[in-house]
Structures are given as structure tokens and as C-alpha cells.
């Protein structure tokens, strides 16, 4: 009975040992038909659920590639790290390589290229795009140590989402409006239209969103005569952007035509063709029009020096001339897409991945010289416009403030093809100017245009810091991009750490400082934005959201001289762009904190007009100017000699001018400056944002509230 009894056991496990087997199995081809189909999201939740089963070594090398390309970059470097536990293959160092590559890793993306470059015969014909991916990644890390000339941001989360967001065009009369196409996921009864006819793609369609003081609109469909069962791609703009010129191709056919549609014109019919020379069946793509009489496109016609060139067509008399190659200046043996010619009709921006891109297509900027039509060298735009993948379709604001553009960069979007929008510190020049013609159209009649030829950081944080009566906080420079990082900033917020574990019961305000740019509003938004930073450090060491505040106060309290004798000072930033702190006392604090800032050289020191934490003593008053979700769209230059500081706060931020002791002075800056009378004014206890449900509660030892709280009534 017994023996039978085990038999019966044996073959029960043998059977689900099998089952078990197979259905891994099956799992896996699953998920790896998945990853063929370009479907990482799927491939991806397989792939996650199996990763404690012992993989192979070929499985998790597909793993890897499949997290990657979901932008799960934290679930693939954990499967290359098994993977360096075992005998490593080509496609190993491959996809390995490619990772770093994608993850912004450019020197250690160069060492594993070499190793697989290694294994490669000289036969192999791969060897040449890995000895350029190698040059990619040393063109990265060089890039990587210069200066940041903007900031990224995507353009709105209502916009982007896991399907495909595109060529987005600047409003030519609307500030703040976009243009773009977009695919979007079909209802059921969509879909079921489709499949009756056989149309199994997702089309795009044309959108508009708007930015209203940097709160972003719903994204709308361009409706009729704009909106049909085929694919819509728009182009620019003509007539002075009253006219919308965009691609339809035929869902059926496959066939394209050039249209273009008149906002003002309601009825259906009014879609006509554009007559341009420019054939997108035939290959042509991304076209700019420059005061509808110059065309700017990227094609493969013949004749040219590689695979996509640019080329310029000018109408005259009602007629196009024959498109002119652009030169060698411009075009190479890469690909030269997404032309963009600027105002001032001089400066060109288009993408290439030619051998000076960091990876995909990059983003760069060549002028044309008037005295000799000859371009200059083509300079890329840098991080963090430009990444390892793919940046394109990238237009100016009309105002040179900023500039939106495509990407599938693995950071920020959310899958596919995103839109991005790009703050520049400085104003862009080439935009100052007014359209007044380009001399691309006095070139058009020659031949061909002219060419040419890590230490460990110190470890002795002293235990006696976090335990004596008297704790001191240091301030840290930002200067470098990576300064949550750096040697002497790692200590110095570890120490911080400490600090606000040992008293869970204090709050931080984290103060960034920053004077990267000349535009007032850029410095404010990209100082919150190193606040921001910070304050995410610490959340991830367990420091709660609610116990840490983030304030930009951009330049109004420079402690370095920017310049001396007339010469900039390069050492100034390194004290200027800095983060500041201070905890607010509270009844609970059995502790007394000192604030130890950065040291400037004597030489180099500078009494800063304002010193902002000094002013929010007890309690204070600030004009709220503007919030927004992102940076501000107004002109803060008017507040002259004035306290400017950014907050943010429950996901927004909020923008503020003034810090006064009295009411009476927060309604005379209302007045000087012929602000709306229903301006807000809002009230800080130490820096601290009160609401207006709580300022009852400090009325009884400041009577002034009590004006601000009538204030408010007579504003309702």
C-alpha cells in the first residue's frame, strides 16, 4: 500500500514538474513574440514575472532588452547584473552596451562597445556602427561636462501618453497655443468601424493645447475639415499662420497629398491641395515654409550625400523652383531631417545622427553667412535638448524664450514618441528680428552652394553633530549638474539626513539659489527646479514630502561678484548657484540650529541686496503673481529692485513678489506697480504658507492679520 501510495506521489510531481515547465516555457516564447513585435510593455510583464525562475543566459539578455525599451531602466540594469554573473556572449555585450548607451552612461557605454568590438570578426559588417556608436558615446561625455543652455520639460501630461505625440508647431499669432499630431487609442466602436475596412493602423490626428500661464488646456481636436478616417500629419502654417498646411494619406491606399485648410473657413470642402515641390510618396518628409515663398524639406532624391539631405525650393512668380541641395556643409552621408529656419531668415536647426551626435538624431543649429553663402560648421545643441535616442521636429517660440520638439528619450516620456518643451536661459537672437526675407533666395540661382571643404566621499560625519544642542546645517553649491552626487555635497546631505531623523519633529526649507541665466523668470524656475531635486533626495532617504519645502529665489541674493573689472568671474558661479536652509522653530525643538554658507573669497564677495531668509522672520506678506504647473509665462523684469521668489506647493508652482512685515506695504506694492485690486496677497509664518482657513489662528498675537482676513472677504 505504501509503495503504491509513493509511486502514485512520484508521478503526480513528475506531471506538475512538467506542467510547471512547459508553462514557463510557453511564457517565454509568449513574451519574446512580444519583444519581435516591438510590444515591450507586454514582453515586459512576462518577462518581470519570471526574473526570480533562473532565466538562461539568452532569455535574460532578451529581458534586458525588452525592460530597456519600456523604459524600465531600473528592472534592466538589475538583469544585466545577472547577466555579469555569467559566461558573457556578443549579444550580451550588445545589449549592454546599448543600455549604457540609452541611460546617459557614455564612458561606460564606450567600454563595453570596445568589448564587444572585440569579439567581433573583421568580416563582420556590424563593426563600423559600433566604432560610430563609440564616438557617439566620447561626443556624449564631452557634451555631458559642458554648460546646460535650457531646460526640458514635457510639453503637458494631458498630451503625452504611451501612443505617439508628434511634430508640435508654435501658434505663428497665438502665444502659447500648440499645434501637433497624435495617435490615439480607438473606442470599440472605432475599432470596429476600422476592421470592416481592413484599416488595422492607429492614425494620427491633428490637436491644439494651450498654455495659459503655464496651466495647459485641454488638448483639442482641430475638427472639421481637419479630422477623417485617414492619417493626418501636420507641416507649418502659410498665410501669416491663418492657413494650417498638414499631410492626409489614405488609410486604403497608401497615397498622400499635401492639403492645407484656412482656420476661418468652417465648410468641409474648403481642404484643397497645395501645390509645393515636395513629394512625400516619393520619400520627402519634414518640410518648413519661410514666408510661403522658400521651402526647406528633407528628401533621398538623388544626387545627394547620403541617405536623407536638405534641400531649398523658392517660388517665384507662382512657380517652384527645382530643389537645391543644401551642401556638404549640412548634409553628410547620415540623415538630415526636421528643418527649421528661423526669423531672422539666417539660422537654420534641423537633426541629424551624423558622427557628431550623441546618439539618434540630435538637434543643431548652422547660419548662413550673407557676405559668402557659406554655412557655418552645424554646433549641437547639447544636453539636455539632445540624448541618445531620437530628437526631432524641433521649432522655436516666436518670442526665442523656448522651443518645442519630438523625442523618445527613455527618460521623461512615457512611451513612443513625446512632445518636449525646452526653456532657454537666454533669450535666442535669431527670433528678435522680423521677417523680412532669407538669403537662401538670392543663392537659389547658382549651381550648388559653396562648401567646405570616482573618490569615495569622507565617512567621519561626527555623531556629535546630530547630538548637541547646537546642530549646524551647511549650505551646498549646484553648480554642477550632478551636485546631489559630488564628493562635498554627499557628505554634507547625509549629515542632513541625520540631522532630520534625529528630529523627526522639524520641517526644512530647502532655499536654491540660482544665476544661470539673463532672464529673470528662467533663473527663478530653474532654481525651484534644484529644490526640487534636493527635496527628492531626501524623500528617498525616508524624509517625509511634508516635513520639506521647496523655495527658488533666483538671483536676488548673489554672494559672489558675477564680474570683476569689467571681466566675468567664472568662479562666482559656485557660490551663486547654491541651496540655502532653514528650519522653522517650532515648540517642539529642543535643538538650536546654525546655518554654515558657502565661504567666498574675499576678493570675490559680494552683499547681496536682499537676504531673503532674514526677511521671513515672524510673520510676512508676498503678492502672488502667478502659478502655473510649470514655468511662468509673464514678465517679472517690470518688479524692480524687489524680493522674487518661486514655491512649490501640492503640485504647482507659485509664484511670488515681495516679502513686507506690514499689510499696509504689501497694498502699496499693489498699488505702485497698478496691480488688479483682487491681486492676492498671501500670509507666511516663518516662511511657511498659511492657509486662509488658518490665519484666524495667529490673529491673537498679530492684529495685522486681521486686515489681510478683510482683505479677503471683500475679494470674494
Known amino acids: 500500500m505504501n509503495i503504491k501510495l509513493g509511486l502514485i506521489i512520484f508521478f503526480v510531481a513528475i506531471i506538475t514538474y512538467n506542467g510547471l515547465s512547459q508553462s514557463k516555457s510557453d511564457l517565454l516564447k509568449q513574451a519574446k513574440q512580444f519583444l519581435e513585435q516591438n510590444n515591450y510593455k507586454e514582453s515586459s510583464k512576462i518577462y518581470e514575472k519570471l526574473l ?6 539568452k532569455d535574460l539578455v532578451l529581458a534586458a532588452r525588452s525592460f530597456s525599451n519600456n523604459r524600465q531602466m531600473d528592472k534592466a540594469a538589475m538583469t544585466y547584473s545577472l547577466l555579469l554573473e555569467k559566461e558573457k556572449d556578443d549579444e550580451y555585450y550588445s545589449g549592454y552596451a ?5 541611460s546617459g552612461q557614455y564612458n561606460q557605454a564606450a567600454i563595453a562597445y570596445k568589448a564587444y568590438l572585440k569579439q567581433l570578426k573583421k568580416s563582420d559588417r556590424s563593426r563600423i556602427q559600433i566604432e560610430q556608436n563609440i564616438l557617439r558615446c566620447l561626443n556624449g561625455a564631452k557634451i555631458k561636462r559642458k554648460d546646460k543652455a535650457a531646460i526640458v520639460e514635457p510639453l503637458s501630461k494631458v498630451v503625452n501618453t504611451s501612443e505617439e505625440e508628434f511634430a508640435p508647431i508654435p501658434s505663428r499669432n497665438f502665444n502659447g497655443r500648440y499645434y501637433f499630431s497624435a495617435n490615439r487609442a480607438l473606442s470599440k466602436k472605432e475599432e470596429a468601424k476600422r476592421n470592416q475596412k481592413n484599416q488595422n493602423q492607429i ?31 501636420i507641416l507649418d502654417f502659410i498665410d501669416n499662420g491663418k492657413g494650417i498646411v498638414f499631410l492626409r494619406t489614405n488609410s486604403l491606399t497608401g497615397k498622400s497629398e499635401v492639403l492645407v485648410k484656412h482656420f476661418e473657413s468652417l465648410k468641409k470642402e474648403e481642404v484643397i491641395k497645395i501645390d509645393l515641390p515636395f513629394n512625400y510618396d516619393a520619400g520627402d518628409r519634414d518640410l518648413c515654409l519661410f514666408q510661403d515663398s522658400v521651402c526647406i524639406f528633407s528628401s533621398k532624391m538623388n544626387g545627394g550625400f547620403g541617405s536623407y539631405d536638405l534641400y531649398v525650393s523658392i517660388n517665384r512668380n507662382g512657380k517652384w523652383s527645382n530643389p ?32 557628431n551626435s550623441i546618439g539618434g538624431l540630435d538637434v543643431f543649429r548652422s547660419e548662413i553667412k550673407a557676405e559668402s553663402g557659406t554655412w557655418s560648421i552645424p554646433e549641437n545643441l547639447g544636453m539636455p535638448i539632445n540624448t541618445s535616442l531620437d530628437e526631432d521636429q524641433f521649432r522655436l517660440n516666436r518670442n526665442g524664450l523656448s522651443a518645442v520638439f519630438t523625442s523618445n528619450r527613455k527618460d521623461l516620456s512615457i512611451g513612443g514618441r513625446d512632445i ?18 532669407t538669403i537662401l533666395s538670392y543663392l537659389i540661382n547658382l549651381q550648388s552652394l559653396p562648401e567646405r571643404k ?6 567621519a560625519i561626527k555623531e556629535t553633530l546630530v547630538e548637541t544642542k547646537t546642530i549646524i546645517v551647511e549650505s551646498i553649491s549646484t553648480n554642477e549638474d550632478d551636485f546631489i552626487t559630488s564628493t562635498k555635497n554627499s557628505v554634507s546631505i547625509q549629515n542632513l539626513v541625520k540631522v532630520l531623523k534625529q528630529f523627526p519633529d522639524v520641517q526644512i526649507q ?61 568662479q562666482a558661479d559656485i557660490y551663486n548657484n547654491r541651496i540655502e536652509f532653514f528650519i522653522p522653530p517650532s515648540s517642539n525643538m529642543n535643538a538650536n540650529f546654525s546655518y554654515a ?67 499696509y506695504k504689501a497694498i502699496n506694492f499693489i498699488n505702485e506697480y497698478s496691480l488688479a485690486r483682487s491681486t492676492p496677497i498671501q500670509a507666511f509664518n516663518f516662511g511657511k504658507y498659511i492657509d486662509l482657513g488658518s490665519i484666524i489662528n495667529y490673529v491673537s498675537q498679530n492684529p495685522d492679520l486681521i486686515l489681510l482676513i478683510d482683505y479677503n472677504k471683500s475679494n470674494k
Open 454 to 459: 570616482i573618490i569615495k566621499p569622507k565617512t
Open 98 to 102: 546599448e543600455y549604457l548607451h540609452h
Open 510 to 570: 530647502i532655499i536654491a539659489h540660482s544665476n544661470t541665466s539673463s532672464n529673470n523668470m528662467l533663473n527663478l524656475f530653474s532654481s525651484v527646479k534644484k529644490a526640487e531635486e534636493l527635496a527628492q533626495a531626501l524623500r528617498d532617504k525616508n524624509i517625509s514630502d511634508n516635513r520639506i519645502q521647496t523655495i527658488g529665489v533666483g538671483n536676488i541674493a548673489l554672494i559672489a561678484h558675477p564680474a570683476i573689472n569689467g571681466l566675468n568671474n567664472p
Open 203 to 233: 492614425n494620427a490626428e491633428l490637436y491644439s493645447i494651450e498654455d495659459n500661464n503655464g496651466n495647459w488646456s485641454v488638448m483639442k481636436s482641430l475638427g472639421e475639415g481637419f479630422v477623417s478616417a485617414d492619417d493626418e500629419r
Open 597 to 663: 554658507n558657502l565661504k567666498v573669497h574675499e576678493a570675490f564677495k559680494f552683499n547681496p541686496q536682499f537676504k531673503f531668509q532674514n526677511s521671513r522672520s515672524d510673520i510676512t506678506y508676498s503678492i502672488l503673481i502667478g502659478e502655473s504647473t510649470q514655468m511662468l509665462s509673464r514678465d517679472i523684469s517690470i518688479f524692480k529692485n524687489t524680493e522674487l521668489f518661486c514655491e512649490y506647493r501640492n503640485g504647482k508652482y507659485y509664484y511670488y513678489a515681495g516679502v513686507f512685515d506690514k499689510f
Open 420 to 437: 518636449f518643451i525646452a526653456y532657454f536661459k537666454d533669450e535666442l537672437e535669431e527670433q528678435f528680428y522680423d521677417e523680412s526675407g
Open 52 to 57: 526570480d525562475s533562473k532565466l538562461k543566459e
Open 324 to 355: 537645391l541641395n543644401l551642401g556638404s556643409v549640412i548634409n553628410t552621408p547620415f540623415d538630415e531631417v526636421s528643418p527649421f529656419l528661423s526669423k531672422d531668415g539666417q539660422t537654420l536647426y534641423f537633426s541629424s545622427n551624423n558622427l
